[in-house]
C-alpha cells in the first residue's frame, strides 16, 4: 500500500487534493503538514483538520514553517478567501493538530519507512527544503516528491514568469529541487481550459455535503478569475496533481527535464527553467545531471471523473 505525507498551505484547492486522497482507499496517508502560504498557517491548519473532519478519518496534522526560509510570508487571500476556504464559515474543526513539529514528523516517518514515504507538495517547499537541511541522509530515503509548482510550460500566475508556490519560497523550492530525491512536478498550466470549473460546474457539486464544502470553499476562486480575465471560473491546481499522483491515467504527456529555480532577487525570482533533455537547444548548454519528470498534459475529462467520484457520498 502506498504511503503518504501530504505538504500543504490548504486553500480551496489544496482541500479539493486532500478530500480526494482521503478518500482514496488504497492509499495510507501517515499525515498531514502544513505551513504558510496561501493563508497564515493558523488558517491552513485549521482548514486542514476541517477537511479530515469533513472526510470522516483521523489523520493526524502537523504544523511547519509559518514563513518561508529568508523572507515574509506572501499570501494569496484575496484568490482564496481571509480563512483560505472562501470567508464562507466552514472552518470550525473540533481537533487540534499535534505537538510534533511537522519537520520533525517528516524526518522521525521517512526514517521509520525508508524508500516507502511519497510525499505530496502542494504549497510552498519550506517544510521539506528544512527537512532536507536539517538531514540530508534520512530525506535520500524518500521515494518520491509530488509537487504541485511552476508554471509547467505556460505563464506565471503571481508574477508573468513565476508560480505562487515557488515565489513564496524559490529558495526553499531550490533547496528541494536539487536534493536529488525523485520528483514529478506539475505545473499551474494543467489546471487551466477544460481542466477548470465553470460556474455551472462548481454548482453541481452541490448535492454532496462534501461537495457543497468543496463548492463553497473554491468560490471567491470564480470572483477573483473573472476580475482578471473576464471569464469566472475555478482552478484547481493542487488537485490536478493530486488526481496525478492517485491516478497515472490522467497524465497524457510527461518530460524528463533538468530545472533550475531563480532564486536571486531579480524580476525572474521564482521562475523555474525546464530544460527538456529531447529539446536540442540551439544555443550549447551543458544541462546538469539533475533531472526531474514534468507532466506536461493531462486528460481534463478524466481529472473531473475522479474529482466528482471522490465527493459523491
Ligand atoms: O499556484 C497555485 C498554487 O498556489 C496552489 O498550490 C494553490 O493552492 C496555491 O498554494
Ligand atoms: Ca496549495
Not at 481537533?95 to 519537520?103: D, F, I, Q, T, Y
Not at 513565476?162 to 505545473?187: H, K, Q, R
Request: glycine fraction near 8%; proline fraction near 6%.
Amino acid at each position: 500500500m502506498r504511503k503518504f505525507i501530504i505538504d500543504t498551505d490548504v486553500g480551496g484547492d489544496d482541500a479539493a487534493a486532500l478530500v480526494m486522497a482521503l478518500r482514496e482507499p488504497d492509499i495510507e496517508i501517515l499525515g498531514i503538514t502544513t505551513l504558510g502560504g496561501n493563508v497564515p498557517i493558523e488558517n491552513t491548519t485549521l482548514n486542514a483538520l476541517q477537511v479530515v473532519e469533513e472526510c470522516g478519518r483521523e489523520v493526524p496534522v502537523y504544523m511547519g514553517c509559518n514563513k518561508p526560509l529568508m523572507r515574509e510570508l506572501v499570501t494569496a487571500d484575496n484568490v482564496h478567501g481571509k480563512d483560505g476556504m472562501g470567508d464562507c464559515g466552514l472552518i470550525h474543526p473540533t481537533r487540534k493538530p499535534e505537538k510534533l513539529h511537522a519537520v520533525e514528523f517528516i524526518l522521525e516517518t521517512v526514517a521509520a519507512h525508508p524508500d516507502e514515504v511519497e510525499i505530496v507538495s502542494l504549497g510552498p517547499a519550506s517544510n521539506i527544503a528544512l527537512a532536507i537541511m536539517k538531514d540530508r541522509d534520512t530525506m535520500k530515503k524518500v521515494k518520491h516528491i509530488w509537487s504541485m509548482s511552476t508554471c509547467g510550460f505556460g505563464a506565471g500566475n503571481i508574477t508573468p514568469v513565476a508560480e505562487f508556490n515557488v515565489f513564496v519560497d524559490a529558495e526553499s523550492y531550490a533547496v528541494m529541487l536539487n536534493s536529488g530525491i525523485p520528483m514529478t512536478v506539475a505545473g499551474f498550466d494543467l489546471c487551466l481550459g477544460d481542466a477548470s470549473l465553470t460556474p455551472d460546474e462548481l454548482d453541481g457539486l452541490l448535492h454532496t455535503p462534501l461537495g457543497r464544502f468543496i463548492a463553497e470553499g473554491n468560490r471567491v476562486k470564480l470572483a477573483f478569475n473573472e476580475s482578471l480575465t473576464g471569464r469566472a471560473f475555478a482552478d484547481l491546481p493542487d488537485t490536478v496533481a493530486m488526481a496525478a499522483v492517485l491516478h497515472p491515467d490522467v497524465v497524457t504527456e510527461s518530460v524528463t527535464a533538468h530545472c533550475y529555480c531563480c532564486a536571486e532577487e531579480t524580476p525572474a525570482y521564482g521562475q523555474v527553467i525546464i530544460y527538456d533533455i529531447k529539446k536540442p537547444l540551439s544555443v550549447k548548454y551543458d544541462i546538469p545531471e539533475t533531472f526531474t519528470t514534468v507532466i506536461k498534459a493531462i486528460n481534463p475529462d478524466l481529472f473531473k471523473q475522479y474529482l466528482y467520484a471522490s465527493l459523491e457520498e
